[in-house]
């Protein structure tokens, strides 16, 4: 069983709808949890980081964390076109190491 | 600086040669991470250090890959005899604590064996 498992994609959205980005992972111990955004030919960039079960909204960004069920979901409401990249859903497991996902390919329908 | 920093930024050698990449994390951070991201693909671990202990080194590919931390701060890694397998971008990334805080990556150094 993968440690991190996302939907590769791509998942495409409309403009100005909501995109919804699920992961889940494996380490029942895992303690930290974080989307990454990565444009093609650059590193990731950290966009959102949650602890504790429930929602955490930054902006048009909102986490959202299960752990009884091991599930971490990103949604982006408004999408825009600069939103179409690879997201990577992070986790740092109950040995501390940082675990990444292979990633789901957002794009933009205009 | 304000943030990781990690050099060379491109490197191309020869088959064969031996390589050091550097990572500078942010100050005060106490956690480092390795990864290698080969073209297309997702994040492989290879290390993490706490300090200057690396409590998991489960993702080094081989023998030929080594890493090291010094004074808590700066990290090299370490690749002999390289391979054209060995080609991708090498990521560095350093967080405050190594749980509950956020890890923040450089801009990678991007190796290709020739």
């Known amino acids: 069983q993968k440690e991190v498992e996302q939907n590769s994609g791509p998942l495409s959205v409309p403009e100005g709808a909501i995109a919804s980005l699920n992961c889940t992972y494996s380490?029942?111990?895992?303690?930290?949890f974080f989307w990454y955004r990565q444009y093609s030919g650059k590193s990731p960039e950290l966009i959102m980081s949650?602890?504790?079960?429930g929602d955490k909204e930054d902006g048009r960004f909102t986490a959202q964390l299960n752990k009884a069920s091991q599930y971490v979901s990103l949604l982006i409401r408004d999408s825009q076109p600069s939103d179409s990249a690879t997201y990577l859903c992070?986790?740092?497991?109950?040995?501390?190491?940082?675990?990444f996902g292979k990633g789901t390919l957002l794009t933009m329908n205009p | 600086g304000a943030g990781v920093s990690q050099s060379p930024s491109n490197k191309v050698t020869e088959k064969g040669k031996d390589v050091e990449l550097r990572c500078d994390p942010i100050?005060?951070?106490?956690?480092l991470y390795w990864y290698r991201q080969s073209l297309g693909q997702g994040l492989e671990f290879l290390i993490y250090f706490q300090g200057n202990s690396a409590p998991d080194k489960s993702g080094l590919p081989s023998d030929r890959f080594s890493a090291e931390r010094t004074g808590g701060s700066v990290s090299t890694l370490t690749i002999q005899r390289t391979q054209q397998e060995d080609s991708a971008v090498y990521l560095c990334a350093s967080s405050l604590e190594p749980v509950n805080t956020e890890a923040f990556f450089g801009q990678g150094t991007r190796l290709t064996v020739v």
């Open positions: 949650i602890y504790s079960n």
């Open positions: 380490d029942r111990g895992s303690q930290s």
């Open positions: 992070a986790v740092i497991n109950s040995n501390y190491k940082l675990t």
């Open positions: 100050s005060g951070h106490t956690a």
